[in-house]
């Protein structure tokens, strides 16, 4: 592969790899809350977790613009206290693989959690342990198969994200043209696909192991609660 190909690459896995270690203690604390609420809370909380799978990513992007810009209420804040910027910058992809990823972490670690036995909880409880130490010394170690799930299901989705990210972060080469980028970009041109066929088929490799070894944590965690 020549090396816009692998820039492409490597590109995309410091994207997912970074949008999905800054995604998982957020994961980790609305799957605890998913776990525990019940009714109409959970409901709404459910819900908005689960937008970015439905929404158009496009939309996705566009909403991050606005919300994320430079004139937007969090963006503004963030640039005038920190200097932060997401549009046309590595940030901004980051941050639009790190929302539409979102919703599956959260998803696989939720059923982890809720596929503890509770006796062990209990039993803990009665013994003087409190609900902080309960959740860090057996809920989390117990749920660390839903974790690891859940983090290749949200790598393997931040490596395909397209919509949002050039809505947000554009596609700047060596900066927010990611393989799916490259790939648009190259399907544009005559002769493009023969170029993009090695990224292609990096992609789809990388995508069916994540789901694969996914699926068999989520198999094995299931099998190990019963």
Excluded at 74 to 101: C, M, N, P, Q, R
Aim: hydrophobic share 55%; net charge positive; aromatic share 10%.
């Amino acid at each position: 592969m020549n090396h816009e190909q692998w820039q492409a690459i490597y590109l995309s896995l410091q994207v997912a790899t970074v949008s999905t270690v800054v995604s998982l203690p957020f994961a980790v604390a609305v799957a605890w809350l998913l776990s525990r609420v019940r009714g109409v809370g959970r409901i709404v909380l459910e819900t908005m977790v689960n937008l970015p799978l439905v929404l158009p990513p496009v939309i996705t992007g566009y909403l991050l613009l606005v919300t994320f810009g430079r004139n937007g209420f969090i963006g503004k804040t963030l640039h005038a206290l920190f200097g932060l910027e997401f549009v046309f910058d590595f940030k901004g992809a980051v941050l639009a693989a790190a929302i539409v990823s979102f919703p599956l972490m959260v998803r696989a670690v939720r059923l982890a959690f809720e596929s503890v036995d509770q006796r062990f909880v209990q039993a803990a409880k009665t013994l003087g342990a409190n609900p902080w130490k309960c959740f860090w010394k057996i809920v989390l170690p117990l749920s660390r198969r839903g974790l690891v799930a859940g983090c290749l299901l949200a790598f393997a989705r931040s490596l395909g994200e397209f919509g949002a990210t050039i809505m947000v972060a554009g596609n700047i080469a060596g900066e927010t043209k990611t393989i799916p980028l490259f790939v648009y970009d190259q399907l544009q041109t005559p002769g493009g696909f023969r170029n993009c066929l090695p990224v292609i088929v990096f992609s789809i490799l990388i995508a069916v192991i994540a789901l694969l070894i996914s699926s068999r944590l989520e198999y094995d965690g299931a099998e190990g609660a019963k």
